[in-house]
Each structure stands twice: as C-alpha cells, then as structure tokens.
C-alpha cells in the first residue's frame, strides 16, 4: 500500500518562532500532496494543494505567507507556519495522490500536533 | 457554506447489527465519493469510494451507497464490530482539476460489544 509520513508528529513551540513540518510519501511518486488542518472535533479544512515544481494553490481564508508550503520532490512537502501564535495550535495533516499508479484516493500522513505556547 | 455534511455527530450500535452513516452534499458536480475512519490524533484511513457513475460499491463488510438525485451516500457496515469504533469522515471530490477533498464534518460510531 501507499504510505505516507510525517515530521514531527508532535511539537511545541514558542509564540513568535516558526515550525517546519515534512510529509513523506515512502513507496511512491506524488505529484500532488494536500495539507490539511483539524480542530478538536471539528472536520478536516484543506489547506492548500501543493504540486511538485510549482506553488502550491491556496485555500480560501488560508495565509500563503504565514503557512509556507514547498514541494520540492516528488516524495517531499513540507509546511512552515511561521511567526506562529496559540491560535496556530491544531492537527495539521498532510496527504499525497499517487497519480503515477491512477489512484483517486488520497492517502493520509499520521498528522502533526502543533502546540503554540 | 458546508458542502458536504455528516448531520449525525454520533452513533451507537451493538455489535454484530448494522451501522448506517449518512452524508449529504449540496455540489451536483461532485463525482467521486470516498469515506475515511479515523482515530483520534492519526490520519484518516481510506475505506471504500463510490464514482458517480455507480449507485452502490461493496468491499468485504462495508458497502457505500450514492443516491445522486437526493445528494445522499450512506456507508452500511455489516456486521458491526468494537473494532469499528472510531469517526467517519465522508469526502467528496471532483475528478477534474485538482481532484482536492471536501470532507463531512464526521461521525463518531461507537459499537457496543
């Protein structure tokens, strides 16, 4: 199966500093890999869409400046919140299309808990 | 505006009945449909996904239903079991473009062993 990862799963950081964050996909090629964010008991609000080689296209209300996103491979993403403030704090999660292969569904990192003091 | 909605936040069924999870959409355009299990503080888990060209796609216990006219897909597991305790997430996609998710707001089934 696809599996994707994620880096760190869990980090705490200061009021003011920025967090980078990785997505992996590790056994396959994706040209396409979306970000995601999760409130407590809340639905999961994508972020942006990030292709590889290009900039990423960015969801409605969503800070391009604030939350960084580079594709830089066709395994790697990586999200930046920069100048991060306790209403940062949520569950970010990543996910990756193998379109190499034609598969429709997206397959999900393990999620990343961002905790802004 | 909520695209796609999970108006049951929550479900309890004994083990070994039927769990029914319902989603509606409100974009005709959608036409691929998946739903997602999810644990608390992991990634969501494909499950089974329905095009718009079908009406019904079965996957061992899990089956999903799509009623186009209505704007409604439901995923039936049968039997139930504890181990299906977790939230479901619909998602609704569109096959051109960008081919980005809309997901419900969830559904938090409990199976009662």
């Known amino acids: 199966g696809a599996v994707v990862s994620q880096h760190p799963s869990r980090v705490i950081c200061k009021s003011g500093t920025s967090v980078k964050i990785e997505c992996r996909s590790l056994d396959f090629q994706a040209t396409t890999m979306f970000w995601y964010r999760q409130f407590p008991k809340q639905s999961l609000m994508l972020m942006a869409t990030?292709?590889?080689?290009?900039?990423?296209?960015?969801e409605q209300g969503v800070e391009k400046d604030k939350f960084l996103i580079n594709h830089a491979s066709l395994t790697l993403s990586t999200l930046t919140v920069t100048s991060a403030h306790p209403e940062d704090s949520s569950f970010y999660i990543c996910?990756?299309?193998?379109?190499?292969?034609?598969?429709?569904?997206?397959?999900f990192g393990p999620g990343t808990r961002l905790t802004v003091l | 505006d909520q695209q796609v909605k999970q108006n049951s936040p929550s479900l309890s069924v004994q083990e070994g009945r039927i769990s029914i999870l319902n989603c509606d959409y409100t974009?005709?355009?959608?036409?691929?449909f998946l739903w997602y299990k999810k644990y608390p503080a992991e990634g969501p888990t494909f499950l089974i996904s329905i095009s718009s060209i079908k009406d019904k796609n079965e996957d061992g216990r899990f089956t999903v239903f799509l009623n186009k006219s209505a704007k409604h897909l439901s995923l039936h597991i049968v039997p139930s079991q504890p181990g299906d305790s977790a939230v479901y997430f619909c998602a609704a996609s569109l096959t051109s473009g960008t081919y980005k998710y809309i997901f419900g707001t969830g559904t938090r089934l409990k199976v009662l062993a």
């Open positions: 990030s292709n590889e080689g290009s900039k990423a296209t960015y």
């Open positions: 974009n005709s355009m959608f036409d691929y």
């Open positions: 996910s990756a299309r193998d379109l190499i292969r034609g598969y429709n569904e997206q397959f």
